[in-house]
Protein backbone atom coordinates (compact mmCIF):
# COMPACT_ATOMS: atom_id res chain seq x y z
CA UNK A 1 0.00 0.00 0.00
CA UNK A 2 0.99 3.43 -0.79
CA UNK A 3 2.32 5.54 2.31
CA UNK A 4 0.48 9.16 0.94
CA UNK A 5 -2.95 7.64 2.01
CA UNK A 6 -4.40 5.39 4.78
CA UNK A 7 -7.43 2.86 4.34
CA UNK A 8 -10.64 4.09 6.48
CA UNK A 9 -12.26 0.70 6.74
CA UNK A 10 -14.96 1.65 4.10
CA UNK A 11 -14.40 -0.84 0.83
CA UNK A 12 -17.43 -2.33 -1.17
CA UNK A 13 -18.01 -5.26 -3.80
CA UNK A 14 -19.88 -4.15 -6.86
CA UNK A 15 -21.03 -6.83 -8.79
CA UNK A 16 -23.99 -8.00 -11.60
CA UNK A 17 -24.28 -10.54 -14.01
CA UNK A 18 -24.33 -9.74 -16.74
CA UNK A 19 -24.24 -5.75 -16.11
CA UNK A 20 -21.81 -4.01 -18.64
CA UNK A 21 -21.44 -0.33 -17.56
CA UNK A 22 -21.12 1.75 -21.33
CA UNK A 23 -18.23 4.21 -21.38
CA UNK A 24 -20.37 7.16 -22.98
CA UNK A 25 -22.71 6.76 -19.81
CA UNK A 26 -20.70 6.21 -16.64
CA UNK A 27 -22.38 5.01 -13.30
CA UNK A 28 -21.99 8.29 -10.53
CA UNK A 29 -20.41 5.71 -7.59
CA UNK A 30 -21.11 7.57 -4.10
CA UNK A 31 -19.69 6.60 -0.93
CA UNK A 32 -20.71 7.51 2.49
CA UNK A 33 -18.08 8.34 5.08
CA UNK A 34 -19.80 9.16 8.02
CA UNK A 35 -18.86 6.65 10.75
CA UNK A 36 -15.54 6.63 9.47
CA UNK A 37 -12.91 9.08 11.86
CA UNK A 38 -10.59 11.18 8.97
CA UNK A 39 -7.31 12.29 10.40
CA UNK A 40 -7.37 16.38 10.45
CA UNK A 41 -5.31 17.62 6.62
CA UNK A 42 -6.83 14.64 5.19
CA UNK A 43 -9.24 14.31 2.36
CA UNK A 44 -11.41 11.25 1.28
CA UNK A 45 -10.51 9.59 -2.20
CA UNK A 46 -12.12 6.81 -3.65
CA UNK A 47 -9.34 3.88 -4.85
CA UNK A 48 -10.36 0.50 -7.03
CA UNK A 49 -8.79 -2.48 -6.28
CA UNK A 50 -7.12 -4.31 -9.60
CA UNK A 51 -8.01 -7.47 -10.34
CA UNK A 52 -6.50 -10.20 -8.22
CA UNK A 53 -4.32 -8.28 -6.30
CA UNK A 54 -3.67 -6.33 -3.14
CA UNK A 55 -2.96 -2.81 -5.06
CA UNK A 56 -5.20 -0.31 -5.24
CA UNK A 57 -5.79 2.35 -8.17
CA UNK A 58 -6.66 6.05 -7.73
CA UNK A 59 -9.85 6.77 -8.93
CA UNK A 60 -10.20 9.82 -7.70
CA UNK A 61 -13.71 11.51 -6.37
CA UNK A 62 -15.80 14.92 -5.21
CA UNK A 63 -16.44 15.46 -1.33
CA UNK A 64 -19.20 16.59 -0.25
CA UNK A 65 -18.05 17.81 3.28
CA UNK A 66 -21.83 18.21 4.35
CA UNK A 67 -23.09 14.85 3.37
CA UNK A 68 -19.74 13.25 4.56
CA UNK A 69 -19.65 11.67 1.03
CA UNK A 70 -17.25 11.43 -1.74
CA UNK A 71 -18.56 10.62 -5.40
CA UNK A 72 -16.93 9.84 -8.92
CA UNK A 73 -17.93 8.27 -12.05
CA UNK A 74 -16.79 4.60 -12.68
CA UNK A 75 -17.10 2.80 -16.21
CA UNK A 76 -16.30 -0.64 -14.46
CA UNK A 77 -17.63 -3.04 -11.49
CA UNK A 78 -15.12 -4.34 -8.68
CA UNK A 79 -14.16 -3.71 -5.33
CA UNK A 80 -14.52 0.24 -4.06
CA UNK A 81 -12.94 1.50 -1.02
CA UNK A 82 -12.44 5.37 0.54
CA UNK A 83 -8.90 6.10 1.27
CA UNK A 84 -7.62 9.20 2.65
CA UNK A 85 -5.32 11.26 1.29
CA UNK A 86 -3.11 14.98 1.78
CA UNK A 87 -4.91 17.34 -0.21
CA UNK A 88 -2.81 17.80 -3.28
CA UNK A 89 -1.40 20.89 -5.29
CA UNK A 90 -2.90 22.01 -8.56
CA UNK A 91 -0.12 21.02 -11.54
CA UNK A 92 -0.36 23.59 -13.91
CA UNK A 93 0.74 20.91 -16.73
CA UNK A 94 -2.51 19.51 -15.95
CA UNK A 95 -5.28 18.47 -18.66
CA UNK A 96 -8.81 16.95 -18.84
CA UNK A 97 -8.89 13.81 -20.58
CA UNK A 98 -9.77 13.56 -24.20
CA UNK A 99 -13.61 13.50 -24.47
CA UNK A 100 -13.95 12.42 -20.44
CA UNK A 101 -16.64 15.15 -19.71
CA UNK A 102 -20.30 13.39 -18.93
CA UNK A 103 -23.83 15.08 -18.30
CA UNK A 104 -25.90 11.96 -16.88
CA UNK A 105 -28.46 12.17 -17.59
CA UNK A 106 -28.68 14.87 -20.48
CA UNK A 107 -32.80 15.62 -19.39
CA UNK A 108 -33.59 15.81 -15.99
CA UNK A 109 -36.64 18.07 -14.52
CA UNK A 110 -35.36 20.09 -11.36
CA UNK A 111 -38.86 19.76 -9.83
CA UNK A 112 -39.19 16.02 -10.38
CA UNK A 113 -42.27 16.92 -12.38
CA UNK A 114 -41.18 16.16 -16.15
CA UNK A 115 -38.53 13.68 -15.77
CA UNK A 116 -37.51 11.14 -13.07
CA UNK A 117 -34.00 13.18 -12.53
CA UNK A 118 -34.46 16.06 -10.07
CA UNK A 119 -29.92 16.69 -11.40
CA UNK A 120 -27.89 15.91 -13.69
CA UNK A 121 -24.31 14.30 -12.80
CA UNK A 122 -21.31 15.86 -14.29
CA UNK A 123 -18.34 13.81 -14.62
CA UNK A 124 -15.07 14.36 -16.02
CA UNK A 125 -11.35 13.19 -15.45
CA UNK A 126 -7.82 14.50 -15.03
CA UNK A 127 -4.18 13.26 -16.04
CA UNK A 128 -2.77 15.37 -12.44
CA UNK A 129 -4.34 17.68 -9.65
CA UNK A 130 -5.66 20.92 -11.84
CA UNK A 131 -7.35 24.25 -10.66
CA UNK A 132 -11.01 23.65 -12.51
CA UNK A 133 -13.86 25.75 -13.51
CA UNK A 134 -17.15 24.63 -14.07
CA UNK A 135 -19.97 26.78 -15.34
CA UNK A 136 -23.23 26.32 -16.87
CA UNK A 137 -24.44 28.86 -19.58
CA UNK A 138 -28.04 29.23 -21.22
CA UNK A 139 -28.16 29.08 -24.88
CA UNK A 140 -27.86 32.82 -25.07
CA UNK A 141 -24.82 32.62 -23.93
CA UNK A 142 -25.16 34.04 -20.77
CA UNK A 143 -23.60 32.40 -17.15
CA UNK A 144 -26.38 30.82 -15.18
CA UNK A 145 -24.39 29.02 -12.30
CA UNK A 146 -20.88 28.68 -11.77
CA UNK A 147 -20.41 24.93 -9.63
CA UNK A 148 -16.64 25.64 -9.18
CA UNK A 149 -14.18 28.73 -9.34
CA UNK A 150 -10.58 27.33 -9.58
CA UNK A 151 -10.68 24.96 -7.19
CA UNK A 152 -8.69 22.17 -7.08
CA UNK A 153 -9.29 18.63 -7.82
CA UNK A 154 -7.12 15.28 -7.28
CA UNK A 155 -6.09 13.39 -10.48
CA UNK A 156 -8.44 10.63 -11.24
CA UNK A 157 -12.28 10.81 -12.14
CA UNK A 158 -14.68 13.64 -10.49
CA UNK A 159 -18.13 13.70 -10.80
CA UNK A 160 -20.55 16.20 -8.80
CA UNK A 161 -24.34 17.36 -9.84
CA UNK A 162 -25.86 20.15 -10.91
CA UNK A 163 -29.45 20.40 -9.60
CA UNK A 164 -31.13 22.93 -12.40
CA UNK A 165 -30.96 26.05 -10.26
CA UNK A 166 -28.69 28.91 -10.16
CA UNK A 167 -26.52 30.23 -7.51
CA UNK A 168 -30.24 31.95 -5.42
CA UNK A 169 -31.29 28.50 -5.76
CA UNK A 170 -34.44 29.60 -7.94
CA UNK A 171 -35.00 26.33 -10.94
CA UNK A 172 -33.45 27.74 -14.30
CA UNK A 173 -36.11 27.92 -17.17
CA UNK A 174 -36.85 25.07 -18.73
CA UNK A 175 -34.77 24.49 -22.09
CA UNK A 176 -31.03 23.75 -23.11
CA UNK A 177 -28.29 24.54 -21.05
CA UNK A 178 -24.17 24.21 -21.72
CA UNK A 179 -22.08 22.58 -19.05
CA UNK A 180 -18.38 23.87 -19.32
CA UNK A 181 -15.27 22.48 -17.91
CA UNK A 182 -12.36 24.17 -17.87
CA UNK A 183 -8.66 22.64 -16.80
CA UNK A 184 -4.95 23.35 -17.80
CA UNK A 185 -6.22 25.76 -20.73
CA UNK A 186 -8.24 23.47 -22.68
CA UNK A 187 -12.43 23.38 -21.99
CA UNK A 188 -14.91 20.86 -22.90
CA UNK A 189 -18.90 21.35 -23.34
CA UNK A 190 -22.19 19.15 -23.09
CA UNK A 191 -25.60 20.04 -23.58
CA UNK A 192 -28.06 19.22 -20.83
CA UNK A 193 -31.73 19.75 -21.30
CA UNK A 194 -33.74 21.19 -18.23
CA UNK A 195 -37.42 20.43 -18.49
CA UNK A 196 -39.78 21.78 -16.18
CA UNK A 197 -43.15 22.25 -17.50
Known sequence: MNS?????DLVYQLEADPL???RIKPATLTIFYGRASLTPGQQPTIFR????SQQWQLIGGMVNTSQQAVSTAIHQLGQYGVMEMAPVQADSSAQLLKESLTCQPR???PTGRRAPHTETTISFQLDKSA????KVYNVAGSLVNWLAEEQTFSAGKVALPWNGRDPQ???VATGLYIVAVTAGGGTQTKVVNVWNQ
Open 107 to 109: VFS
Open 4 to 8: SWQPL
Open 20 to 22: QLN
Open 131 to 134: QVSI
Open 169 to 171: GQV
Open 49 to 52: QLDN
